[in-house]
């Protein structure tokens, strides 16, 4: 199985799997590279599976589905969608041999979904690495849950995000947490990988517990961070996330 990122506007990324012969687009919000991509290496397409309703992660459906399947959130409604997921559900994708679980991971928007293959997940815009999505018509303590969630799976599980963020959330987390070595380390290896033209994804769940501020809010040094910015950090892991969120809002 082939995982390729296909860049898309200014910094998405549509992510598209392949085993030579059938593909499956992960939030395509624009066709065109993606039906390139399909005609360059002669696939079929066997399925699209969308994560939330914006319109950078569904704009391609359209033209793209035909006789594909749609997989997206029962919680929101798009347009094109043919099977509407929650939590425990799964997809089978025959064509590749793979199947994903369904996770519901709110906050950026309220229907947010992920999909989970061992090793693999494609997760929009809930996490990214060193950040996590600005919230929508969701909730912090939805988007705190959602994360808290993601950090359980297994460290070696790739985190295919949708955006290119990696740099200016490194940026955020170093004024959030100015002491961290392995958040200094990742971020020279951000910058090698961005002057070569390189993506800086997928990340894992082992890297962004080490380096993501908005999964470390239950340490001191984050703590420290935000009572140094706002003169005072809540006690508790939620009330700091909270106002970690809205500081990021305004670096």
């Known amino acids: 199985m082939h995982i390729v990122p296909l860049p898309a506007f200014n910094d998405n990324y549509i992510w598209l799997m392949h085993n030579g012969r059938h593909a499956v687009a992960v939030d395509p919000g624009d066709a065109g590279p993606v039906q390139d991509f399909i005609a360059q290496h002669g696939l079929t397409l066997a399925a699209i599976l969308i994560t939330h309703h914006h319109h950078d992660h569904i704009g391609g459906i359209a033209a793209l589905a035909g006789d594909a399947p749609v997989y997206g959130p029962a ?9 509407r997921l929650v939590e425990g559900d799964t997809v089978s994708i025959d064509a590749l041999g793979v199947s994903f679980g369904v996770l519901d991971i709110p906050g950026h928007t309220a229907g947010h979904i992920a999909y989970l293959a061992p090793g693999t997940l494609f997760c ?4 990214f690495s060193a950040g996590c999505g600005r919230l929508f018509d969701g909730t912090a303590a939805q988007l705190f849950a959602s994360l808290t969630k993601l950090a359980a799976l297994p460290d070696d599980t790739q985190v295919y995000c949708t955006h290119e963020y990696t740099l200016a959330n490194l940026a955020f987390a170093s004024a959030a947490e100015p002491h961290n070595p392995a958040r200094d380390a990742w971020l020279e290896t951000c910058r090698r990988l961005r002057s070569n033209g390189q993506p800086t994804l997928p990340t894992t769940i082992g890297r962004e517990k080490a380096v993501n501020p908005f999964l470390r809010v239950a ?7 935000l009572t140094a910015h706002l003169g005072s950090a809540p006690a508790d892991a939620q009330g700091r996330f909270t106002r970690l969120r809205e500081w990021k809002n305004t670096f």
Request: hydrophobic letters at 40%; proline letters at 0%; a negative charge.
């Open 124 to 127: 929009g815009d809930t996490l």
């Open 75 to 83: 919680r929101e409604s798009i347009a094109g969608v043919t099977t």
């Open 219 to 225: 340490q001191a040094s984050v703590a420290a961070g």
